[in-house]
């Protein structure tokens, strides 16, 4: 890799590692009323918008495709992938769930109100909508690609990338450690079906919409 290349690399990760993955992983947990409003999304527009911004910096970096909004890849074939995912995705939330009623597991509690009126439901849906964006840009993409061309290991190639998606899904569960032990696992196995889903697919716009069916799918449970 030539020296810019790696110089812009880490650049980029260390930006996002700074910004938004350790401000997620060390947030208060006595922050109870996470999910108790709903605002405008200004917040969320701001990381995504962001995270975009990163994202195409890297995608000129390695001379790469654009590869977020692909239309040749909404096939039949790439669709199943996504569907079979996003309900991978809802068994293991409730196997988790699961364990935690037979455990006994009190979770932190988290308040989370239902939006009541179309403003806050709009609101709602922006929040899921730019913070699914926002993770999938940046957990999916940009960290551990990132990571796969900071590190050299051309003697074990297999074994860096299995590394980089690992310390990934670590980080992407710890980012929701505010939620307890069982969310941070749960975000853990998360990953690796978000990822395998983009590595099948190669187009981001599907891991953005199952991800962000998913969280409109746990407030509805929740709401129930």
């Known amino acids: 890799m030539k020296k810019h290349y790696f110089f812009y690399e880490t650049l980029i990760f260390f930006t996002i590692f700074t910004l938004f993955v350790c401000p997620s992983i060390f947030q208060n947990r006595t922050e109870t009323d996470t999910f108790s409003e709903w605002p405008f999304p200004l917040i969320q527009i701001i990381y995504f918008a962001f995270s975009m911004f990163l994202f195409f910096c890297q995608i000129v970096n390695n001379e790469a495709e654009f590869h977020f909004v692909k239309l040749s890849s909404i096939t039949k074939k790439n669709i199943f992938i ?7 995705l809802i068994l293991i939330s409730l196997t988790f769930q699961f364990l935690g009623i037979i455990a006994d597991y009190k979770a932190n509690q988290v308040k989370l ?4 009126n179309i403003q806050q439901k709009l609101f709602c849906l922006l929040t899921f909508a730019f913070t699914a964006g926002f993770e999938e840009i940046v957990f999916r993409y940009i960290l551990p690609e990132s990571m796969q061309h900071i590190i050299k290991s051309k003697n074990n190639e297999k074994y860096k990338i299995i590394s980089c998606e690992i310390i990934t899904a670590i980080l992407f569960g710890l980012c929701h450690n505010y939620l307890g032990l069982l969310a941070v696992l749960n975000g853990v196995c998360a990953h690796f079906i978000f990822r395998l889903c983009y590595k099948k697919t190669g187009n981001l716009l599907f891991n953005c919409s199952i991800h962000f069916l998913y969280n409109v799918t746990n407030v509805f449970i929740c709401s129930i």
């Open 82 to 88: 996504t569907f079979i995912s996003f309900f991978s």
């Open 113 to 116: 109100n239902y939006p009541y």
